[in-house]
């Protein structure tokens, strides 16, 4: 008679107070938002670095607890925006070297750690071992890290490893909530490229003083261009180009699954900004998609698809027609054509040159955190790029740790690269081609952490969890 009342309960808070349940979630999140906003203008900018990312961790708790759908989309926006509140603090009480605002967003993920802890032992029965694997590869490396660096950069190591796979599990075992997923995906996204979209190009005209300030601080003058108008690579609310290459190739894929009004508007900003970022890497990686997309549904879906294409052709052709615009976009392009001379081109070669057989020679691994330093200057904890995420994850795992994360991963891809519902739901065949296409670029940048990672991870659950959805679908019909 108990577990009925409590079944009843759930049911009852779940579907007879929909509306009520939505409000409190808004309410949660506008009143962080509010909180922020006034100590910002109240001369409190400076607490902003403690109280950001706990109130963050608070709503983000309560939406897990009570809202799970409106927890995704705040999950997403604090990845999005969270740099741009930490440029905006910086900018107005001074530089803080340990971005200390910046773990906000791995900690609204670290919230799902519940679910892992709390279906992880039977998941290997329902799909979820490639998750488990890849968990497994990542303990590891965080018990190494223990014994050969400082525990500061193993933790900061653990939330980047760790925070993907933990929200794509979440994602894949609420599979049974996949139309409502579904959609908040599409609405989410879809906003994302509108609002960075139109900030991006912002950027780009008038290089806000809060972006110049970080740009000259942080150094990355010398990759995210010049702090002047026409002069920077586009990042938007995003930290570097990389991150915003992202994001904006991924919802521009995402958007060949939407429908409505904005997403032409959304597509003219989110194409100029994502050429302005000039992240070669991105551009290829929304070529793949776009090709696996086309090539995975049916024909009626594949001139629609076309027409989108050329309506979005002519929105986006004339602005990028637009000088300096267009001679920023040309001469990015027209870097494919002469690799050999392009700097980061040869950084990239040289750097699998020196390090691809060490890497590969390394069993034990070096553990997480080992990629960051302390700086003996400044006595602050840097982090040293490697522009491969094959050498990252061979240095910082070792084959040891390496065989159970890539053979979670491999797991993955080959499942859903099976997988039929593609031909029929369109946000199947995105989220395929979004994912396959993030790893793909595995070989440029170490795309499985940070918000690379939650794109790659998370898009590849919810291939996942609308495959196992549609199944239990066919079941039930045929038990009906």
Request: charged residues 10%; proline residues 5%; glycine residues 8%.
């Amino acid at each position: 008679m108990f577990s009925k009342q409590i079944h009843f309960n759930a049911f009852s808070e779940s579907h007879f107070f929909p509306q009520e349940r939505s409000l409190q979630g808004w309410l949660a999140i506008i009143g962080f938002l509010l909180l922020n906003v006034v100590c910002y203008y109240a001369g409190a900018a400076g607490l902003l670095r403690l109280i950001f990312p706990v109130t963050a961790l608070a709503v983000a708790v309560f939406l897990y607890l009570r809202h799970p759908i409106l927890y995704i989309g705040f999950t997403w926006w604090i990845w999005f925006l969270t740099p741009l509140a930490t440029r905006l603090v910086d900018y107005r009480i001074g530089w803080d070297p340990t971005r200390q605002m910046l773990i906000a967003p791995y900690l609204v993920v670290f919230v799902t750690i519940a679910t892992f802890l709390r279906h992880s032992p039977r998941a290997s029965t329902q799909g979820g071992l490639p998750f488990i694997l890849a968990f497994i590869g990542v303990f590891y490396g965080f018990l190494v890290g223990l014994v050969y660096n400082a525990p500061l950069p193993v933790a900061r190591g653990f939330l980047d490893w760790l925070s993907p796979i933990i929200f794509a599990f979440h994602l894949f075992i609420n599979w049974r909530d996949y139309p409502s997923y579904r959609q908040n995906f599409q609405r989410i996204f879809l906003w994302a490229v509108l609002i960075l979209g139109i900030y991006g190009i912002y950027q780009f005209v008038v290089a806000p003083e809060w972006d110049r300030y970080w740009l000259i601080e942080s150094k990355m003058f010398t990759s995210s261009g010049d702090p002047e108008p026409f002069g920077m690579r586009v990042w938007s609310t995003l930290h570097s180009p990389g991150p915003f290459g992202y994001v904006m190739q991924t919802g521009l894929l995402l958007l060949f699954t939407s429908s409505g009004t904005l997403i032409f508007p959304a597509s003219a900003v989110g194409y100029v900004s994502f050429l302005l970022a000039q992240v070669r890497t991105s551009w290829l990686g929304w070529l793949l998609g776009v090709v696996m997309i086309f090539g995975s549904v049916k024909a009626r879906i594949q001139m629609r698809l076309i027409a989108i294409i050329l309506i979005m052709l002519m929105c986006v052709v004339p602005l990028a027609n637009i000088e300096p615009i267009s001679g920023v976009i040309t001469e990015r392009l027209e870097s494919f054509g002469n690799l050999e001379e392009d700097t980061s081109f040869k950084d990239r070669t040289g750097s699998y040159d020196r390090n691809l057989s060490l890497a590969l020679s390394n069993v034990l691994g070096n553990g997480l955190g080992n990629i960051w330093k302390v700086n003996e200057k400044t006595g602050q904890l840097e982090v040293f790029v490697l522009d491969s995420g094959i050498l990252d994850m061979f240095f910082t795992l070792g084959w040891l740790g390496a065989i159970p994360y890539l053979g979670g991963l491999l797991l993955i891809i080959f499942s859903v690269l099976k997988y039929g519902e593609a031909h029929f739901d369109s946000f199947v065949s995105a989220a395929r081609a979004i994912g396959l296409s993030t790893c793909v670029q595995l070989v440029g940048n170490s795309a499985m952490l940070s918000v690379p990672g939650m794109i790659l991870w998370g898009f590849l659950a919810m291939a996942m969890a609308a495959h196992k959805y549609y199944e239990h679908q066919k079941i039930n019909t045929l038990n009906s």
